[in-house]
């Protein structure tokens, strides 16, 4: 193992450690915001929207979350969306783990017993009142850990946006590997900063989790 | 509409898909009424209960309160609003509570009656605790659902209904779901009620209650009502063959 190697090359790593880290969160922002309009459409009331949120679940799990970034920078251009390869990259990540969101807040929502909202209905509250003030507060709770998982996997899933050039952790480990061939090393340092980055992450969220349970 | 009775309920009939549920059901229950809703598991009790507030509205038929349709035939907005206020005046308790549990028992009470009348905070503070007071929980106002028996959690959610001042109470087996030795709390608050003269459709499998506590006990059997009186009647002399072998299983016990 070249020592020398890494101490030379490390501070370009935790710049690229960084992009990741904001590649992360203006991910799961943007996907938490697809999320919510996504569940909310997959409950709607109105079959349009049932059908509107089904088409866009279906469609961005069911496609590789590659091709969707691929067709957004690459093909984007030729309707007339022109982006860099980081707002690309963001946009097309977030939209994608907005179709996992949808389902978990979706699964989060319908797993709060019936009995809720038949007791808040009787009492005279709206759909919409008994929705924000009985059943969200407690689907909230009940989405922390699945979200978690949703935000441990777009973390990884950043590395995807290294094809179209975002100077993120994977990319760079390939850009030095062009110039070093130490794979090993390079590698084996993205790899360290993506487990710190999950691990911090990891620990928020049980955090976050163990403070809103129902007392 | 003056010939109308405080609760009633004009020929409903309800079907869940194809299973038919209620038939011709006619039922009227005076101001300050109390009716119990007794019959073998399957028959119709809770839907017929559920339909008096619309939780599980009519096939066809009709339900009024106090001169007020409840199941009117509206576009979904009016549907809607019309619903929401009509069921202010409904309270119902169910046999699992149904407490919100990530409020404490004071948000509970507070929540509905905040929201939907306006009540200011002290307004409302009083109010779950004048509501506390009246089932025996005073000191409970500041716990959370998770940490009271089950008979306290079944007063609260009494409390909880009463809170909105409805003109009739629907009480769907609120018992049944404790244990024998706490039932008796529960039936003691509702006792209570009866004796400030509110309006109740109680369905219970508990017949001492229903023989002691009710004016009149309708026995239901796969979606009809067989037949209805005073308690002396339908316990001691009923007429029909299906409410005397329904009786010998739940009065033997
Ligand atoms: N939401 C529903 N969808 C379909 N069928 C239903 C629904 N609710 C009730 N039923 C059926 O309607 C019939 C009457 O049910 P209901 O709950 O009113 O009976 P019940 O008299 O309250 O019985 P129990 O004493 O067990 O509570 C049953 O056959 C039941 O399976
Ligand atoms: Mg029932």
Not at chain 1, 1 to 18: G, H, K, N
Not at chain 1, 28 to 40: K, Q, T
Not at chain 2, 144 to 149: K, M, T
Request: glycine share 8%; net charge neutral.
């Amino acid at each position: 193992m070249d020592t020398d190697l890494i101490l030379r090359v490390y501070p370009f790593f935790l710049e690229a450690a960084w992009v990741t880290i904001q590649l992360s969160v203006l991910t799961a922002l943007l996907g938490l915001c697809c999320g919510a309009l996504g569940a909310a459409a997959r409950m709607s009331r109105l079959a349009v929207f049932r059908w509107i949120g089904a088409v866009y679940v279906s469609l961005w799990r069911g496609t590789p979350a590659l091709i969707q970034i691929f067709i957004l920078y690459f093909g984007g251009p030729q309707i007339g969306i022109q982006l860099d390869s980081f707002e690309a990259g963001t946009i097309a990540l977030g939209v994608n783990i907005g179709a996992y969101m949808t389902e978990t807040i979706r699964g989060a929502i319908l797993s709060v017993d019936k009995g809720q909202t038949e007791a808040a209905r009787t009492l005279g509250m709206s759909r919409w009142e008994t929705m924000r003030k009985v059943i969200l507060p407690q689907a909230a709770r009940l989405m922390i850990r699945p979200l978690g998982v949703n935000i441990n996997a777009l973390i990884k899933g950043t590395a995807l946006v290294a094809p179209i050039s975002v100077v993120e952790l994977t990319y760079t480990a390939q850009r030095f590997i062009g110039s070093t061939y130490k794979p090993f090393e390079m590698f084996l340092i993205a790899g360290l900063l993506y487990m710190v980055i999950i691990y911090v992450v990891g620990h928020g969220i049980n955090w976050l989790d163990r403070r809103a349970r129902i007392t | 509409m003056t010939d109308q009775a405080f609760v009633t309920i004009k020929n409903a009939a309800k079907s869940f898909g194809k299973l038919e549920v209620l038939r011709d059901i006619n039922l009227t229950v005076e101001r300050g009424q109390i009716v119990a809703i007794i019959g073998p598991s399957g028959s119709g009790k809770s839907t017929l209960l559920r339909a008096i507030n619309e939780l599980d509205p009519l096939t066809s038929g009709e339900v009024w309160l106090e001169g007020v349709q409840i199941n009117k035939k509206l576009p979904h907005r009016q549907y809607e609003a019309h619903v929401n206020q009509v069921r202010q005046d409904i309270g119902m308790v169910f046999q699992h509570f149904n407490l919100f549990p990530h409020l404490t028992v004071r948000g509970n009470i507070t929540l509905a009656p905040t929201m939907l009348k306006g009540l200011s905070d002290a307004d409302a503070n009083a109010l779950a605790e004048e509501q506390l007071a009246k089932v025996g929980l005073s000191e409970k106002i500041d716990e959370y659902p998770s940490r009271l028996s089950g008979g306290q959690k079944q007063r609260v959610a009494i409390a909880r209904a009463l809170a909105m001042k409805p003109k009739v109470m629907l009480f769907d087996e609120a018992t049944s779901a404790l244990d024998p030795e706490l039932v008796d709390e529960v039936n003691l608050v509702m006792k209570q009620l009866a004796e400030e003269h509110m309006t109740m459709i109680i369905v219970t499998h508990e017949m001492d209650f229903a023989a002691s506590v009710c004016d009149r006990v309708l026995f239901m059997d796969q979606g009809v009502v067989v037949e209805e009186g005073p308690p002396s009647v339908i316990f001691e002399k009923p007429e029909h063959e299906r409410t005397r072998n329904f009786l010998r299983k739940h009065l033997s016990r």
